[in-house]
């Protein structure tokens, strides 16, 4: 019996300056999006008998290649220039990356997504590999009007997706187009699932004003226009504050909408640049509600961190919103793009037994976060990892 460890690799994104044991030349280096669903499968597998995971991570900014334990793990962050990525077809990558891996070895890959180039990456390394979609670029340039690097990024995802052979979907809506589109790919249901802080979140809601988040990148593909201006409607029905958490914000974009909205709106807005998981874990606690009206998503973070805290969640029928959000029970959803039925849904939870003192249903609550576990999710990945390389189970310690 082989009983060496089972050896996997993730490449080729990872938020590696939010972790609280990185060397310091890392932490220093500019935050961008947190992904809690790969911190939290990190924290997860250090847990894991007989499973070393490796995170290959590409950064400009670095002054030299930078590799480094936290507890299991191992983290090979590899300098790389800027502007010379996506221009090569992440051939560059594909070099360090290889370079890297001969080094480690891997039995498998596991290639987060195909915006960055990590699928294209690994459909050229001699390695077995799964393919999670993050992001959904074909599906979304149906819906939306896409810049120039979003374009590529769609063409990346096509040829990708070609070559694999095994990948997985964070929600029903992903998985099913996957098997519609791409039906000689073995296609693997494997929620991406926050971490386990947001279980903690200690829920103190206040309503006097109602209190409305928002968490992501503020911009049309979001609904951030639809959010500012169904809440100018309201603002003369309810008294609320909005809380704007974007890790991107354009800046015409809301200079337009600044525009078309009124001055009393904005009194009641706070937007907030970026935001440490502590201070969403805050603002999480006190809101009263999420709002969420997205035109096109696979399965949004920050709804799942919200419906596992146990904040009721106003959201679009898009992607896996459906899958998370139970209407009447831990929030309503509305058809996407639909402003009528975005405003008259946040009127309906404001009127809302539970939801208006910022409270969900036991059950529902209890349902969700177990299907968000991110034991369940490191457990969908494992037995993937295992099939790929041919092994026997790596149990939980």
Aim: aromatic residues 10%; proline residues 7%; positive net charge.
């Amino acid at each position: 019996m082989d009983t060496r460890p089972l050896t996997v690799a993730w490449c080729s994104y990872f938020p590696v300056e939010w972790l609280p044991d990185a060397p310091e030349v890392i932490r220093r280096l500019p935050r961008r999006h947190p992904a809690s669903w790969l911190q939290a499968g990190v924290e997860e597998f250090k847990q894991r008998e007989n499973l070393k995971l490796h995170v290959i991570e590409l950064r400009k900014g670095l002054r030299e290649d930078v590799t480094f334990d936290s507890g299991r793990v191992t983290f090979h962050c590899l300098k790389v220039p800027g502007g010379l990525r996506a221009p090569t077809l992440f051939w560059l990558d594909t070099f360090l990356i290889r370079r890297r891996l001969q080094q480690v070895r891997p039995d498998a890959i596991h290639a987060w997504g195909s915006e960055k180039g990590a699928a294209l990456v690994a459909s050229r390394l001699p390695y077995p590999y799964l393919v999670s979609l993050q992001g959904l670029m074909q599906y979304f340039s149906e819906l939306l009007d896409l810049k120039t690097y979003e374009r590529a990024a769609a063409w990346f995802e096509r040829v990708s997706l070609r070559r694999a052979r095994v990948a997985s979907g964070e929600s029903t809506f992903v998985v099913n187009w996957l098997r519609q589109h791409y039906p000689h790919l073995e296609v693997h249901h494997v929620e991406h699932t926050p971490t386990w802080t947001f279980y903690g979140v200690k829920r103190e809601p206040e309503t006097r004003p109602i209190q409305f988040l928002f968490i992501g990148s503020i911009g049309y593909r979001k609904g951030t226009d639809l959010l500012l201006l169904a809440l100018d409607r309201l603002r003369k029905e309810l008294d609320f504050r909005l809380t704007l958490i974007g890790f991107s914000a354009d800046a015409e974009f809301l200079g337009r909408l600044k525009s078309q909205t009124s001055s009393e709106l904005w009194e009641r807005v706070n937007l907030l640049r970026t935001a440490p998981t502590s201070q969403v874990l805050e603002h999480m606690g006190r809101a009263t509600m999420v709002l969420f009206p997205t035109r096109a998503d696979t399965g949004p973070v920050a709804v799942k961190e919200a419906v596992i805290a146990g904040v009721p969640v106003i959201g679009s029928a898009m992607g896996g919103i459906p899958d998370y959000v139970a209407p009447g029970k831990n929030g309503l959803i509305f058809p996407p793009g639909d402003l009528e039925g975005f405003t008259d849904a946040i009127r309906q939870a404001c009127a809302h037994p539970l939801f208006s003192r910022g409270q969900v249903d036991p059950a529902a609550l209890a349902d969700v976060r177990e299907r968000l576990s991110p034991r369940r999710m490191a457990d969908g990945f494992l037995q993937i990892y295992q099939r790929l390389a041919k092994r026997p189970e790596a149990r939980a310690s």
